[in-house]
């Protein structure tokens, strides 16, 4: 069924050598608009308004005035070019719009037509253009072919961000009526059943009730999926993949047994069965704050006394990063605990502390790498020393198997490349832009895997997650070569007894 | 759009039905063969499950809870992932919903 070939691999884990321009490449590969039934929901207009453009300027003068960044990130770009060649989706695509540069003036070059003097005077000789449709459509196409992974703004001297951009954009065009599906899709369902799956109360319920059934069945341990539980001292909000798709369920399984071995009460909430929060990626800090306070609401029914969050890289950007803002203050949480923790970050402390055991032999057939996820690596930490959103994750994958071996340096840690699916981006009519953008990841991981006998990679962000398992076989490489973190963690934990 | 003996049914861009009532074993037959699937004996049995839980719970079980069903039904070795997917090779979350006439599981997945 697909149309494009998968890039052939050629042993250059740092993508040293940029790919030949190839125009407009990418021009066709659009993700489906929203309809009405996605839009209105949201309160964004169902379809593409009359007086679009009208309405668009107005609007980017809005965020121009409300986020300074935006402004400046517009203004103080010289052309560097160092950028250039540092996306994963120019790398893999060679279309010259993916070019982090490119991608700002397709906003920049209309901001200076409308908001400059310079635009107003000069028009093209000052690199500006009134936003018509042929613009529109650019703006469509190439804002959703960014994975907002900031990958870019760590090479840019100036420290433009990219992401804020492509938000800013999204955020435009969902006021004119021209949003994506996917994302107002989801956005839809977290509103109107709880998380961005779909699930109802009952499934969920029906879901974690069997996974219970089968860890009895596996290690003879009751070990318990709580849902709604009042009074329990943790709220583990985890995004809905966890309790539906593979690999993910089993990082799940991983986090129920690490609470079951430490004696936590924890519990899961039908109100807010959803970590992730896809307002970031369209912009919308409205959005982001209703569905951040259905987390608050849940911690206040549920009566918890602390926060934690599974894995899940956007909703981790947002829960450390923004949470305060969105939905705090948390005065209402044990004070002798961060809000929020991470799950990562609890099981590596309990078995630092010996409050758990993890057996490495359990994993002994395994050698494991680690994809860094970019929410996790350039938009928060993990922990509470610089640099934990990479320690925590390699030191619990330590404990959990016998050999681990980095990728290549250009490409873990603050300069990991995206999986090429994150940002909303997850959807089956980009597949050609997903396979070609996870080209620079699946160079580094070959090299791993043909000079250091790497069989897995571990993931920890559910979008990661699903993107690899399905575009690992484009690559040749088996989908169940991506396990989840607590997957590692779940073979590994010595469960019953003394611990 | 679908035509199926002289009738018409309205399908999104990605050929999930939009009305689901509109759902039948002939129209089943159609969009696998449209995805160049030959449907057998097992893949009925994995429609039909996908068909009795939606009716059930409003969404398509999870990738465990069926694997577990199908290995109930059709034998231990046949309950994993992996067996699903030679089914399905779409993923049997996305295509076999498709087929199935349910609408396709959204969010991180």
């Given at each position: 069924m697909d149309t494009f070939a998968t890039p052939k691999l050629t042993s250059d884990p740092e993508m040293a050598t940029p790919p030949p321009l190839s125009p407009?490449?990418?021009?066709?590969?659009q993700s489906f608009v929203a309809q009405p039934a996605h839009n209105e929901p949201l309160g964004?207009?169902?379809?593409?308004?009359?007086d679009w453009q009208a309405v668009a300027v107005a609007k980017m003068g809005e965020l121009l005035e409300r986020y300074q960044s935006l402004r400046v990130f517009l203004d103080i770009?010289?052309?560097?070019?160092?950028?250039?060649?540092?996306?994963h989706f120019f790398l893999g695509t060679?279309?010259?719009?993916?070019m982090p540069v490119a991608r700002q003036d397709l906003l920049r070059s209309v901001y200076r037509y409308y908001f400059t003097a310079t635009g107003k005077a000069l028009g093209g000789l000052a690199g500006a253009r009134p936003l018509d449709e042929d613009v529109l459509k650019e703006w469509y196409t190439y804002f959703h072919q960014c994975?907002?992974?900031?990958r870019c703004s760590v090479f840019c001297p100036y420290g433009i961000d990219t992401a804020e951009i492509s938000m800013a954009a999204r955020e435009i065009m969902d006021t004119i009526?021209?949003?994506?599906k996917y994302c107002n899709e989801v956005l839809t369902k977290v509103h109107k059943v709880g998380n961005n799956l779909g699930l109802p109360e009952p499934a969920l319920a029906n879901t974690l009730e069997g996974l219970e059934e089968d860890l009895v069945d596996d290690t003879g341990v009751e070990v318990k999926f709580p849902?709604?539980?009042?009074?329990?001292?943790v709220l583990l909000i985890t995004p809905s993949a966890d309790f539906f798709a593979e690999p993910h369920v089993d990082g799940l399984i991983g986090y129920a047994k690490v609470f079951h071995q430490a004696g936590i009460s924890w519990t899961l909430s039908s109100h807010a069965s959803?970590?992730?929060?896809?307002g970031m990626f369209i912009g919308s800090s409205e959005q982001m704050h209703t569905i951040a306070n259905r987390i608050r609401q849940a911690a206040l029914d549920l009566g918890v006394k602390r926060l934690v969050f599974g894995e899940c890289g956007h909703a981790w950007r947002v829960a450390y990063s923004f949470l305060n803002t969105l939905a705090?203050?948390?005065?209402?949480?044990?004070?002798?605990?961060?809000?929020?923790?991470h799950v990562a970050e609890i099981s590596l402390d309990l078995v630092n502390r010996g409050a758990i055991t993890l057996d490495k032999d359990a994993n002994a057939d395994m050698t494991v790498t680690l994809h860094d996820s970019c929410n996790v690596a350039r938009a928060s930490r993990l922990?509470?020393?610089?640099?934990g959103q990479f320690t925590i994750p390699r030191a619990l994958i330590r404990a959990s198997v016998p050999r681990f071996i980095d990728m290549h340096p250009d490409t873990i840690c603050d300069k990991t490349f995206c999986c090429g699916g994150g940002g909303g981006l997850l959807?089956?009519?980009l597949m050609e832009l997903r396979v070609k953008g996870a080209k620079p990841r699946m160079e580094a991981l070959k090299q791993v895997i043909d000079e250091?006998?790497?069989?897995h990679m571990v993931a920890m962000c559910a979008i990661c997650k699903s993107q690899f398992t399905k575009v690992l076989p484009y690559y040749d490489?088996?989908?169940?070569m991506v396990v989840s973190l607590h997957q590692l963690v779940s073979r590994a934990i010595r469960l019953g007894g003394s611990p | 759009m679908y035509e199926l003996n002289g009738k018409t049914i309205n399908h999104d861009e990605e050929g999930y039905?939009?009305?689901?009532?509109?759902?039948s074993e002939e129209l089943a037959d159609k969009i696998a063969k449209d995805e160049e699937l030959d449907m057998t004996e097992e893949h009925w049995e994995v429609v039909k499950f996908l068909r009795d839980y939606y009716q059930e719970y409003q969404i398509a079980p999870a990738v465990r809870v069926l694997t577990k069903a199908v290995g109930k039904r059709l034998g231990q070795d046949k309950g994993s992932n992996k067996y699903l997917y030679e089914l399905f090779p779409y993923g049997p979350a996305k295509q076999a919903c498709k087929i199935a006439g349910l609408p396709k599981p959204t969010g991180c997945v």
């Amino acid at each position: 069924m697909d149309t494009f070939a998968t890039p052939k691999l050629t042993s250059d884990p740092e993508m040293a050598t940029p790919p030949p321009l190839s125009p407009n490449a990418m021009a066709g590969c659009q993700s489906f608009v929203a309809q009405p039934a996605h839009n209105e929901p949201l309160g964004f207009p169902g379809e593409l308004v009359d007086d679009w453009q009208a309405v668009a300027v107005a609007k980017m003068g809005e965020l121009l005035e409300r986020y300074q960044s935006l402004r400046v990130f517009l203004d103080i770009c010289v052309k560097c070019g160092a950028c250039a060649d540092k996306c994963h989706f120019f790398l893999g695509t060679g279309d010259p719009n993916n070019m982090p540069v490119a991608r700002q003036d397709l906003l920049r070059s209309v901001y200076r037509y409308y908001f400059t003097a310079t635009g107003k005077a000069l028009g093209g000789l000052a690199g500006a253009r009134p936003l018509d449709e042929d613009v529109l459509k650019e703006w469509y196409t190439y804002f959703h072919q960014c994975s907002q992974c900031r990958r870019c703004s760590v090479f840019c001297p100036y420290g433009i961000d990219t992401a804020e951009i492509s938000m800013a954009a999204r955020e435009i065009m969902d006021t004119i009526g021209m949003g994506q599906k996917y994302c107002n899709e989801v956005l839809t369902k977290v509103h109107k059943v709880g998380n961005n799956l779909g699930l109802p109360e009952p499934a969920l319920a029906n879901t974690l009730e069997g996974l219970e059934e089968d860890l009895v069945d596996d290690t003879g341990v009751e070990v318990k999926f709580p849902l709604d539980v009042e009074g329990a001292e943790v709220l583990l909000i985890t995004p809905s993949a966890d309790f539906f798709a593979e690999p993910h369920v089993d990082g799940l399984i991983g986090y129920a047994k690490v609470f079951h071995q430490a004696g936590i009460s924890w519990t899961l909430s039908s109100h807010a069965s959803e970590a992730g929060n896809f307002g970031m990626f369209i912009g919308s800090s409205e959005q982001m704050h209703t569905i951040a306070n259905r987390i608050r609401q849940a911690a206040l029914d549920l009566g918890v006394k602390r926060l934690v969050f599974g894995e899940c890289g956007h909703a981790w950007r947002v829960a450390y990063s923004f949470l305060n803002t969105l939905a705090g203050p948390w005065d209402f949480l044990d004070p002798r605990y961060p809000v929020p923790q991470h799950v990562a970050e609890i099981s590596l402390d309990l078995v630092n502390r010996g409050a758990i055991t993890l057996d490495k032999d359990a994993n002994a057939d395994m050698t494991v790498t680690l994809h860094d996820s970019c929410n996790v690596a350039r938009a928060s930490r993990l922990g509470d020393r610089p640099g934990g959103q990479f320690t925590i994750p390699r030191a619990l994958i330590r404990a959990s198997v016998p050999r681990f071996i980095d990728m290549h340096p250009d490409t873990i840690c603050d300069k990991t490349f995206c999986c090429g699916g994150g940002g909303g981006l997850l959807t089956d009519e980009l597949m050609e832009l997903r396979v070609k953008g996870a080209k620079p990841r699946m160079e580094a991981l070959k090299q791993v895997i043909d000079e250091d006998q790497v069989t897995h990679m571990v993931a920890m962000c559910a979008i990661c997650k699903s993107q690899f398992t399905k575009v690992l076989p484009y690559y040749d490489y088996p989908m169940e070569m991506v396990v989840s973190l607590h997957q590692l963690v779940s073979r590994a934990i010595r469960l019953g007894g003394s611990p | 759009m679908y035509e199926l003996n002289g009738k018409t049914i309205n399908h999104d861009e990605e050929g999930y039905i939009v009305n689901l009532d509109d759902w039948s074993e002939e129209l089943a037959d159609k969009i696998a063969k449209d995805e160049e699937l030959d449907m057998t004996e097992e893949h009925w049995e994995v429609v039909k499950f996908l068909r009795d839980y939606y009716q059930e719970y409003q969404i398509a079980p999870a990738v465990r809870v069926l694997t577990k069903a199908v290995g109930k039904r059709l034998g231990q070795d046949k309950g994993s992932n992996k067996y699903l997917y030679e089914l399905f090779p779409y993923g049997p979350a996305k295509q076999a919903c498709k087929i199935a006439g349910l609408p396709k599981p959204t969010g991180c997945v």
